[in-house]
């Protein structure tokens, strides 16, 4: 069986982990060795997968199929991202000079609706998430949702982070104030 190239070492022992295959590898091995463990595990007819994944994979046929088709994670080639990167400087410039269409790139509102319909399908891009969080506030744009399209891995991640912010909140110690009377800034 051959793996498709756009997963990577990292991609493929994630993989393995969150479906609990039973694939011994060492971190010490190679892509290749880790394609090449996969892919004799997969002769086996009778594979148990985690039920619950993100990857919404049920059974073998569908492991299969996810590991010969391209990884969705990489889905832009790095001329592509450039170009969404540059559109979201522009749109952070626009929201940051007061939603002013004057002090920005664009000339109509209209542009500004089909960049943000062309880049929120890239939502894993934090840039792209920045924009559409920005957008919101903008009271030209308060009948459009600009929900950016996040991948289940991203979104799990940034799950774990904001849990992990409302539990151990930001606190800033200054060093320069007395030990009697230390001065605390909270950020919210």
Not at 25 to 40: A, C, G, P, T, V
Not at 42 to 59: D, G, H, T, V
Not at 90 to 109: E, G, M, P, R
Not at 151 to 157: L, M, R, V
């Given at each position: 069986?051959?793996?498709?190239?756009?997963?990577?070492?990292?991609?493929?022992?994630?993989?393995?982990?969150?479906?609990?295959?039973r694939?011994v590898?060492?971190?010490?091995?190679?892509?290749?060795?880790?394609?090449?463990?996969?892919?004799?595990f997969?002769?086996?007819?009778?594979?148990?997968?985690?039920?619950?994944?993100?990857?919404?994979?049920?059974?073998r046929?569908?492991?299969?199929?996810?590991?010969?088709?391209?990884?969705?994670?990489?889905?832009?080639?790095?001329?592509?991202?450039?170009?969404?990167?540059?559109?979201c400087?522009?749109?952070?410039?626009?929201?940051?000079?007061?939603?002013?269409?004057?002090?920005?790139?664009?000339?109509?509102?209209k542009e500004i609706?089909?960049?943000m319909?062309?880049?929120?399908?890239?939502?894993?891009?934090?840039?792209?998430?920045?924009?559409?969080?920005?957008?919101?506030?903008?009271?030209?744009?308060?009948?459009?949702?600009?929900?950016?399209?996040i991948?289940?891995?991203?979104?799990?991640?940034l799950?774990?982070?904001?849990?992990?912010?409302?539990?151990?909140?930001?606190?800033?110690?200054?060093?320069?104030?007395?030990?009697?009377?230390?001065?605390?800034?909270?950020?919210?």
């Open positions: 069986m051959i793996i498709h190239k756009s997963h990577s070492k990292t991609d493929l022992t994630e993989l393995i982990n969150n479906l609990n295959l694939i590898f060492s971190h010490q091995d190679n892509k290749k060795n880790i394609q090449d463990k996969l892919s004799e997969l002769k086996n007819k009778k594979i148990n997968i985690e039920k619950n994944n993100f990857y919404k994979i049920k059974n046929d569908d492991l299969i199929l996810f590991l010969q088709t391209k990884n969705p994670k990489k889905s832009l080639t790095i001329k592509e991202k450039e170009d969404v990167m540059k559109i400087k522009s749109i952070i410039q626009y929201c940051k000079n007061n939603y002013d269409l004057d002090c920005c790139d664009y000339s109509t509102l609706e089909d960049d319909d062309f880049i929120k399908q890239f939502g894993d891009i934090p840039s792209v998430r920045r924009c559409c969080k920005l957008l919101k506030d903008d009271i030209n744009f308060s009948g459009n949702s600009f929900t950016p399209l991948s289940p891995q991203i979104q799990k991640d799950e774990q982070k904001n849990k992990i912010k409302k539990i151990y909140p930001a606190k800033l110690l200054i060093r320069y104030s007395t030990p009697e009377d230390p001065i605390i800034v909270y950020f919210d």
